[in-house]
């Protein structure tokens, strides 16, 4: 993977970020996991966005360069991870939602609680973040390079099994069809309308 593919929108990187694998390494050790789920957010043009009006201190990741990481906490609780996506100066980001474990399965357990099946270990943004170990730390980190936190390459998904659909919990533009996943995988996050969602145009 490289900087090519990401310097892409936000709509157009978040499908073809499904089955790329998200590495993270940490004084605890290493734990990888394969994107099942993700959510483009297209910056000052996307209500829903964190940069839609313009650029803080908070978002500062998220207008680039693409390659790099754009963390934030949410609702004062839980880290969620995007990767920073299109031009530099233009905000656009993809939020990683759900994945599957596929190294390190015993430290994310640890992370996220023993009684934590597999399929939900790294389900949601929050539940993502925490079993990979990654916090406000990694804001800004570069992931085509790492070290801390490398994104790869991982097996072909086929169109097919892509599904597209409304973003979770977001009270604007929450119709936009900018959520992507693989049809039928258990790691996939259940899709909540918040209950302040608004109607909204565009798509």
Same mark, same amino acid.
């Given at each position: 993977m490289d900087i090519d593919f990401l310097a892409r929108p936000a709509e157009e990187v978040a499908p073809t970020l499904l089955g790329s694998v998200l590495t993270? #390494?940490? %004084?605890? @050790?290493?734990v990888s996991v394969v994107l099942t789920e993700?959510?483009?957010?297209?910056?000052t043009a996307d209500p829903a966005s964190h940069a839609y009006?313009?650029?803080?201190?908070?978002?500062a990741a998220m207008?680039?360069?693409?390659?790099?990481?754009?963390?934030?906490r949410s609702h004062g609780l839980h880290w969620c991870a995007n990767v920073v996506t299109g031009t530099e100066g233009v905000?656009?980001?993809?939020?990683?939602?759900?994945?599957?474990?596929?190294e390190g399965e015993d430290l994310a357990r640890e992370r996220r609680g023993e009684?934590?099946?597999?399929? #939900?270990? %790294?389900? @949601?943004?929050?539940n993502f973040c925490r079993a990979l170990g990654i916090t406000g730390e990694h804001n800004g980190a570069a992931v085509l390079s790492g070290p801390a936190v490398v994104l790869s390459e991982g097996e072909p998904v086929p169109a097919a099994l892509i599904r597209v659909g409304p973003r979770v919990g977001v009270s604007r533009a929450h119709d936009w069809q900018h959520r992507f996943s693989?049809?039928?995988d258990p790691t996939v996050s259940a899709y909540r309308l918040s209950p302040r969602?608004?109607?909204?145009?565009?798509?």
């Amino acid at each position: 993977m490289d900087i090519d593919f990401l310097a892409r929108p936000a709509e157009e990187v978040a499908p073809t970020l499904l089955g790329s694998v998200l590495t993270c #390494r940490t %004084a605890e @050790g290493t734990v990888s996991v394969v994107l099942t789920e993700t959510e483009a957010y297209s910056g000052t043009a996307d209500p829903a966005s964190h940069a839609y009006r313009g650029r803080t201190p908070r978002n500062a990741a998220m207008f680039g360069p693409a390659g790099h990481l754009y963390v934030y906490r949410s609702h004062g609780l839980h880290w969620c991870a995007n990767v920073v996506t299109g031009t530099e100066g233009v905000a656009s980001a993809v939020l990683v939602r759900a994945g599957r474990v596929v190294e390190g399965e015993d430290l994310a357990r640890e992370r996220r609680g023993e009684r934590v099946d597999g399929p #939900r270990l %790294a389900r @949601g943004p929050g539940n993502f973040c925490r079993a990979l170990g990654i916090t406000g730390e990694h804001n800004g980190a570069a992931v085509l390079s790492g070290p801390a936190v490398v994104l790869s390459e991982g097996e072909p998904v086929p169109a097919a099994l892509i599904r597209v659909g409304p973003r979770v919990g977001v009270s604007r533009a929450h119709d936009w069809q900018h959520r992507f996943s693989l049809a039928g995988d258990p790691t996939v996050s259940a899709y909540r309308l918040s209950p302040r969602a608004r109607p909204s145009a565009g798509s």
